[in-house]
């Protein structure tokens, strides 16, 4: 019976060996996940040409707007696109036949060449939450983000095994003027953490001092040659183009570096409620942001982006974490592997006002979709909370956490020799039981995923040490990073060079708060 | 960007009458879930047919033990295996060509016709937690289970719109002897339910005991011709096969109900360390166990059952939501479909002693990977806490609520012409809003999933209101429910033949409470 299962627990032997080792904090980052489990395709044929029809119609009955940009509106134009106004309508073809110049996937290299990322393929790279304005933890309670809690922000994602990437955003640093939080933010990334990053796209001169900030970091060169950073430039669904994030990317693009060309939906505000509708018109989105990277510089680094809600028609509050949400960004990869580009979704994403269940439930769902559903980029894969309002930092580490199941679901399932393990069986045979035999003291290690923050005590120890929950054990492994983090070593000529360029920049011009 | 979210939140409109209609406790079971997407397969043809060969490699030359139970080794030598003492080692192919007479498919039937379940297909038919000795709630603690705890949660399982069946041992009534306590719960099944339920496996003459009182309920004749209860018969894994399960096996297969053949795995203790292990063991297990069940009647309707988890090699605790476990699962649903057999596994799974993070992590990890890999009978699908040892209120309520996800995912994506909703996207145009658009008005309420519990308002309401987490929102409903249950009508005279037979049968035995 299933009940008798804990009378039937065992002990694994060596355990003081053990928890010295597991207590020690490691600082290790994982190689980026390289599926060797198939993706999970909710789409047939049938609809998949239903919906690529569909998106065509869009773009060349219905159009795109692109804002107060008459230099986007001249190349299309110019790329045989009709503009009446500031609506582009792109003929049948076109926009796909553009986007084939974009690779299928590309390097982000990383100051330290060993956390380098291929975005592509088979690849999922895992990167932390992007924008809240606000802040929660334990102590602190809901307050506005400020500088000093991005930088811890940055220096947990450093010390993650499990995130690839540093990210951009991690949360609004309000403390500092609007026009030259950006070069903190970039200050913070590059000098605390060797992990690879994103740059600003809130303005197009922020994004040219991204790019002029790299060209220290790596040398002028090196970035000429290649990617290092992959940035966020959201479209403002429906189908509207903002003269910002158009001139972010058209900065990016002619760089050379990467952008998210990424719809933003709220199901239902910003797109039909129905899955088949809100895919037909990501699907035109994307191709018609995509072309346009491609009419800046072909062969610009892109990735098809898509976040992806819906909504709750009682309060007009968006979801997370839903069926619906699901369905269409499994649609979406699809969509974008049919398209041969890298693709972004998914997240640890979810609704509650607190880390506590609900949001456990909502980011679990959409985790285990961002991984079944091909994502090669996941933005937000740790630390969102209340809709992406809160940057949390119990949530974040919990999350994180999280992000090791997705290592180990996508091993797949080896099946050669010892995995096969009939030595094992035959040992053990009817009525033994493993946790002896050789095959078990030769595999144990690394047999299974370990949560380095999760509770699997007996009950009664559980309960002696304090009966914490995992929000408690959340609170103490942050204070635990924080202690145990160490800055990655930098030449001190470059990081005097970005701190004179920062100083510089910011002498330059007048404080802004909007 | 993607911050600006809640800003863009709007209205829906019609808001009183909306709140008053979602207020309201509806009683409404929704139908078995009918799968309209793939199953998620991670093992491909070779590794399949490599853990098929091993698998009957474990049964002819290792073989299984069926203890105290000479009738079992009888049948067995009858059919052509070697017995020796009490292992039983069976030839190659024998026990799949066995398996063969085993339905693919069958209807469980409920006293409501209404409610009646059909086990095999596509489909998914999910039952409450199954086992465990403790409750646990927010006012009482963690206690032993009484009698009473069992009714209230077989009351919430017939409030809840995605439960579709009672269960059966949804929590261990300590407070009734070991002996008597199946009447009780039978009892309770058959008076406070109209949904299915199982019948107990702790004695031979306990099965028999609720064949007989399904033959109160339902007719004589009727549970002759049709199968009135699921029950889970569980391998003492390794490859072991005890009497007292088994002569459950035996009264169930011998009066045509359904047994649920069920490895029991903590993986590393029960079955080797490896994914790939593990698959071959569960699969000579059932291949077994199910050739048994038609030894003793061919045609006698079973599923493919597997109970999986993963093991803590510091503590030895057992281990739930793990990557290991959905991997072993994902490849029986493939094994199982192979046999041409409904599948049983995952659940509401989770190790922490709480309905907190962890516990809902854990959960949605099982519950997402129990749709995809195809399961057809899931128990323990919602109020499963610590390793199986409790059952708890709150976490079985909201563990409910996310069942609504699976029923929403599994609808897939339709793309008739209503779905693709090119009128919305051209009516709505660039830079518009389809919050009032025909398609939306007409479609919204069945479009999205929608959450009887968790919180979508915004802060500041939330904040007024008591800023409460998931484990308070969920004790409210619970009350709430509880409030609003009625007991569904039965025949007098049946409900009166009932009370007479567990009457007379308690009072033929002393008490046992062991």
Redesign the interface.
Known sequence: ???A??R?????GG?AA??AE?SAVVIETAKYIERN??N????NE??LE??EA?AE??LA?????FVNNPAALERWRAAGAEVEDE?VRIPRGLARKLCSTAPGQFTQHARNPAKSVVVGGRNLVLAPV????FVRDAQGG?RYATMADFEKFVKLAYMSKWLHHSGGTVC?PTDIPVNKRHLDMLMAHMTLSDKPFMGS??APERAQDSVEMCEILFGKEFVRDNTVMTS?I?I?S???FDDIMMGALEVYAASNQACIISP?I????????????T???VLAEVLAGVAYSQLVRPGAPVIFGA?V???????????F????A??VTY?AGQLARRLGLPFRSAGSFC???????????????SL??GL?SGVNFMLHACGWL????VADFE?FV?DAD?LG?????A?????DA?????G???E????????GCA??QA???S?????EL??????ET??EEG?R???AL?SSRVDKLMDAYQQPTLDPDIAAALAAYVAEKKASMPDAFM
Chains 1, 2 share one sequence.
């Open positions: 019976m299933e009940e299962m804990t039937r627990r065992a002990r694994g355990g053990r928890r597991r489990i198939p999970f395709e909710v789409l049938e609809a239903i919906i569909n119609t869009v009955e219905i159009g795109v707007n609506r992007y924008g809240p304005p809901r609004e796209v809130t966020l959201n403002n429906p189908m509207t933003f709220v199901g239902g505000a910003m797109a039909p409620v129905s899955v088949a509708g895919l037909t018109q976040f809600s819906s909504i709750d028609m009682n309060s007009g509050a968006p979801t974490g839903t069926p619906e699901s369905l649609g609704g509650s006002k607190l880390p506590d269940a609900q949001a456990a439930y909502e980011t679990a769902n285990n979709m079944l209340e809709g992406g309002l949530k919990m999280q199941v997705l290592h180990g679901l091993k797949g399932v080896p099946v010892e995995h096969q393990a009939m094992a069986i035959r053990v045979g009817p009525g033994g039981h493993y946790l095959h078990t595999n144990f290690k047999a299974f995923w370990k949560s999760l509770d699997y005590k007996p009950f559980w309960e009966a929950d995992t929000y959340a």
